[in-house]
């Protein structure tokens, strides 16, 4: 299954998994359909990604740590270990995996790690009061706060990759959306072996927004990406 596709121009030809999504609006429903394809990467040669760094040291839920200790992998492997009970500083919301951070990601873990963030700006939205403001006026704010933590300068998933997918994607990305992505399985194939992330088992995926529904939505697309839409709507 495929969040809707990058061009056929993107990097190893690889699309980004997803599943046609449900748009459930209050006046409005209706289907998108996108195509399916199992998603595989390339083998690349990494630092082993089974090589934890070990059950974090009691101190780390200190609250005197800084927030910026807590990156993506700690918080990963604290959820691993301790469940739901995470240190308040790991707020993105999902931890898919260890591997999207500098020194273990790398052009094979750039769709693992693009969706993961794609979600992460989701939910970060999802939760953020200020989405409410302004009832009932219809807008765009919900899928440009998206947008804009979604499509940054990221070593493991580059602005410019971010923005292919969200030329694609950005519907996917509306509070009042609902996608099934049980289907979707990741591959990842490292020197020591295989990493595997299947969507049907870690469910992180499966959450509902707080803020951002009382509106009615529109997207959010900068005139730097509509092109590329246009041209991959015409393929």
Same mark, same amino acid.
């Given at each position: 299954?495929?969040?809707?596709?990058?061009?056929? @121009?993107?990097?190893?030809?690889?699309?980004?998994?997803?599943?046609?999504?449900?748009?459930?609006?209050?006046?409005?429903?209706?289907?998108? +359909?996108?195509?399916?394809? +199992?998603?595989?990467?390339?083998?690349?040669? %990494?630092?082993?990604p089974?090589?934890?760094?070990g059950?974090?040291?009691?101190?780390?839920?200190?609250?005197?740590?800084?927030?910026?200790?807590?990156?993506?992998?700690?918080c990963?492997?604290?959820?691993? +270990?301790?469940?739901?009970?995470? @240190?308040?500083?790991?707020?993105?919301?999902?931890?898919?995996?260890?591997?999207?951070?500098?020194?273990?990601?790398?052009?094979?873990?750039?769709?693992?790690?693009?969706?993961?963030?794609?979600?992460?700006?989701k939910?970060?939205?999802?939760?953020?009061?200020?989405?409410?403001?302004?009832?009932?006026?219809?807008?765009?704010?919900?899928?440009?706060?998206?947008h804009?933590?979604?499509?940054?300068?990221?070593?493991?998933?580059?602005?410019?990759?971010?923005?292919?997918?969200?030329?694609t994607?950005?519907?996917?990305?509306?509070?009042?959306?609902?996608?099934?992505?049980?289907?979707?399985?990741?591959?990842?194939?490292?020197?020591?072996?295989?990493?595997? %992330?299947? %969507? @049907?088992?870690?469910?992180?995926?499966?959450?509902?927004?707080t803020?951002?529904?009382?509106?009615?939505?529109?997207?959010y697309?900068?005139?730097?990406?509509i092109?590329?839409?246009?041209?991959?709507?015409? %393929?």
């Open positions: 299954t495929q969040i809707p596709r990058p061009p056929s @121009s993107s990097p190893n030809g690889n699309t980004w998994p997803t599943y046609s999504p449900f748009f459930q609006h209050p006046q409005n429903q209706w289907n998108a +359909q996108y195509p399916y394809q +199992q998603v595989r990467a390339e083998s690349i040669t %990494l630092q082993n089974y090589q934890k760094s059950p974090p040291p009691p101190n780390m839920m200190d609250a005197n740590l800084p927030c910026s200790a807590f990156t993506d992998d700690i990963h492997q604290q959820r691993e +270990q301790m469940g739901a009970l995470v @240190s308040k500083c790991c707020n993105k919301g999902i931890y898919l995996t260890d591997v999207c951070i500098p020194g273990k990601c790398s052009n094979s873990t750039t769709q693992l790690c693009c969706f993961q963030k794609f979600l992460q700006a939910y970060s939205c999802c939760n953020d009061p200020t989405q409410d403001e302004g009832a009932p006026k219809m807008t765009n704010k919900f899928n440009k706060c998206c804009n933590l979604f499509v940054t300068d990221d070593p493991c998933c580059p602005e410019s990759a971010a923005r292919r997918y969200w030329s994607a950005y519907e996917v990305c509306m509070p009042t959306v609902t996608v099934d992505f049980s289907p979707v399985r990741f591959e990842v194939h490292f020197t020591e072996g295989v990493r595997v %992330l299947d %969507l @049907s088992v870690d469910r992180q995926w499966e959450f509902n927004c803020h951002g529904v009382k509106q009615p939505q529109f997207a697309l900068p005139s730097d990406h092109v590329v839409a246009d041209f991959i709507r015409g %393929l």
